[in-house]
Each structure stands twice: as C-alpha cells, then as structure tokens.
C-alpha cells in the first residue's frame, strides 16, 4: 500500500525537477527564436547595409510619424526615444515587419528603405 501513495519526499524532487526544466527551456527558446531571426537573409541584407538617417527619417515620417509623432516621442503609439537602447538591431526589424503588435500594420521596406530607417531609429 506505501507505493501506492506518493511521499511527500518526492513530490517536492518532481516540482523542482520540472522547474528547472522549465527554467532552462525558456531561455534555450529564446535563443533559438534569436538565430532563426538572425539567420532571416533580409534581416541579414538590413543589417549589411550603412542606412542613412536623413532618408531614414524621411521614411519614419511617412509611415511612422502619425502614430509615433513627428519627433518619435510618442503619440498614438510609444515613444521610440531611445528604442535601441531597449531592442537589437534584428529585434526593431522585426518589430517594423512582423505586424505582430497591433495597430502597428504589417511593413516591409526595400532592404535599403529598412537599412535607412534603422539607422535613424538607432539616432534616436
């Protein structure tokens, strides 16, 4: 009958056993998410390229500024002062692309227009 029920003892070995299973998945997935984003040729093409900032900030102020304001600080959308202080350069490509933070539409720039904005986004 004492094997039926479980001891205390080993529960707690199952609990901190799954726990650290858990705390070793979440950052290997995390990684893993950043080399498949780093080995994406565009993001790979974006980042090869020297942007300029003057286009870039022509670009923003097209497609960004009515959300984001005219000086990047933050209207409808965030301020983006200081975004790369906060993002990596693959991280704020995504962010333009990928369309996955609603409202923010779904964008993707030729290489150079992406290359242009980045390198204003990084001025901020």
Same mark, same amino acid.
């Given at each position: 009958?004492?094997?039926?029920?479980?001891k205390?003892?080993t529960?707690?070995?199952?609990i901190?056993?799954?726990a650290?299973a =858990?705390?070793? @998945?979440?950052?290997? #997935? /995390?990684?893993?998410v950043?080399? $498949?984003?780093?080995s994406?040729?565009? *993001?790979?093409?974006?980042?090869?390229?020297?942007g300029?900032?003057?286009?870039?900030?022509?670009?923003?102020? =097209?497609n960004? @500024?009515?959300?984001h #304001? /005219?000086e990047?600080d933050g209207? $409808?959308?965030?301020?983006?002062?200081? *975004?790369?202080?906060r993002?990596?350069?693959?991280?704020?490509?995504?962010?333009?692309?990928?369309?996955?933070?609603?409202?923010?539409?779904?964008?993707?720039?030729?290489?150079?227009e992406?290359a242009d904005?980045?390198?204003?986004?990084?001025?901020?």
């Amino acid at each position: 009958m004492d094997n039926q029920i479980t001891k205390p003892e080993t529960q707690i070995q199952w609990i901190a056993l799954l726990a650290l299973a =858990i705390l070793l @998945a979440a950052p290997l #997935g /995390i990684f893993g998410v950043q080399m $498949v984003r780093a080995s994406d040729p565009y *993001v790979n093409n974006v980042l090869s390229l020297k942007g300029n900032p003057v286009q870039g900030n022509a670009i923003f102020q =097209i497609n960004c @500024a009515g959300c984001h #304001g /005219i000086e990047a600080d933050g209207l $409808v959308g965030p301020s983006l002062q200081g *975004v790369s202080k906060r993002k990596s350069p693959s991280q704020l490509i995504h962010q333009v692309i990928s369309g996955e933070t609603p409202p923010m539409p779904k964008f993707q720039p030729s290489d150079h227009e992406m290359a242009d904005l980045l390198n204003y986004l990084e001025s901020l």
